[in-house]
Structure formats: structure tokens, C-alpha cells
């Protein structure tokens, strides 16, 4: 009898602890608003390099200033860290509890006004500054599409993703509001390459 009853308390504790962690599942809507997002950057990026010229591509408007090409490579090198960050780190934290409504929209909306924000400049880490690794501009976009690709498989396919806080630059930020920063900073960096598109001295062909 104890033996039963010791068994119905842990299926009873399991049962709870698999509730608790759906509490903190990211709903229907939000998932597909943060797929909207990566959707409409991916977009972007591919509006504001298609058509270049070699000349375009590789056009430094300062001798400290990246090329759209050296954009479009950060980019893609930066989808790979961040999804894996999540993934390697961010998503291996110990579960939470339920964050309050309140405090999980301020953090997402932080994270969608302060990241594309190009008036608060940032020195790209070490790892992600531009090298030439994938050898072409082109080969940088299509790693980037490709990347881009697994990360919305990742925010469609994982649950729990509310349930796991880490650091980042603007406080601890949970799953789902790391996929978001890797959509805000493609949307950042579009920013940059029309700045560039812009100078007066942008090649015309």
C-alpha cells in the first residue's frame, strides 16, 4: 500500500512539474509573431543586397566601416552564435517559475525596441567581426538563408522556451526573447547596409 501510494505521489509531482514548465510555454500567437519576424528580416537583408555589383559589395564608406559584404558576413556568423547560445546555454539553464505577464512583455518589448536601435552603437565580439570566411558575399547570404531556415525550424519545434532566463546585455532574457534578438539584429544590421547604400559615394553599378 505504501508502495502505491509512494508511486501515485511521484506521477502526481511529474504531472505537476510537466504542468509548470507548460505554464511557461510560449503561446500559438507569439510563436507566430516571432516567425512574422524573422520572416519579414530575412526579407529585408535580401531587399537591401539584392542586385549588387561587386563594387557595391565591397563599398567602405570610412576605412572603420563595414562593407555591405562584411555585413552580410557578420550576419550570417552571428545566427550561427546566437541560436546556438540559446540552444547550448540559454535553453540547458535550470527551469523557472512562471515569469509575471507584466515583466515577459516589458523584457520582449525591450528587446524589439533597444536592439534595432542604430543610435546606441556596439563593437561586434571578436569572433563575430568579418573575415572573409565564407568567401564570398553570396556564399555569406546563403549560409545566412540556410541559418535562418534552422532557426525557425528551432522556435517552431522546442518547447519551453519561457521557461529558461540567461544573461545578455539587456538583463536575463528568456528562449523565446533570444529568438527575437536574433531577428532584431538582422533588422539592426539592414540598417546598416542601407546607411552604407546611402553614402553619396555608394558606386552606382
Known amino acids: 500500500m505504501k508502495r502505491c501510494y509512494a508511486t501515485t505521489v511521484m506521477v502526481v509531482l511529474a504531472l505537476a512539474g510537466a504542468a509548470a514548465v507548460k505554464a511557461q510555454d510560449v503561446s500559438q500567437a507569439d510563436k507566430d509573431r516571432a516567425l512574422q519576424y524573422l520572416e519579414s528580416t530575412k526579407k529585408g537583408v535580401l531587399d537591401a543586397t539584392k542586385g549588387l555589383s561587386d563594387a557595391q559589395w565591397n563599398f567602405k564608406p570610412a576605412p572603420d566601416r563595414w562593407s555591405v559584404a562584411e555585413v552580410m558576413e557578420h550576419l550570417a556568423a552571428a545566427e550561427d552564435m546566437l541560436r546556438g547560445m540559446t540552444e547550448e546555454q540559454v535553453m540547458k539553464t535550470p527551469a523557472v517559475p512562471a515569469r509575471d505577464a507584466l515583466e515577459t512583455k516589458k523584457a ?3 528587446v524589439l525596441a533597444m536592439v534595432p536601435d542604430r543610435s546606441h552603437k556596439a563593437q561586434a565580439p571578436e569572433p563575430l567581426k568579418p573575415t572573409n570566411r565564407f568567401g564570398s558575399p553570396a556564399a555569406a547570404q546563403k549560409h545566412f538563408l540556410e541559418s535562418r531556415a534552422t532557426t525557425e525550424d528551432y522556435l517552431k519545434n522546442t518547447a519551453g522556451l519561457r521557461a529558461h532566463l540567461a544573461d545578455s546585455p539587456m538583463g536575463k532574457l528568456d528562449g523565446y526573447e533570444w529568438m527575437l534578438l536574433i531577428a532584431a539584429h538582422s533588422e539592426r544590421h539592414t540598417k546598416q547596409m542601407l546607411e552604407v ?9
Not at 547604400?197 to 553599378?205: C, E, L, Q, R, V
Open 108 to 110: 520582449d518589448e525591450g
Open 197 to 205: 547604400k546611402a553614402d553619396p559615394n555608394f558606386p552606382k553599378s
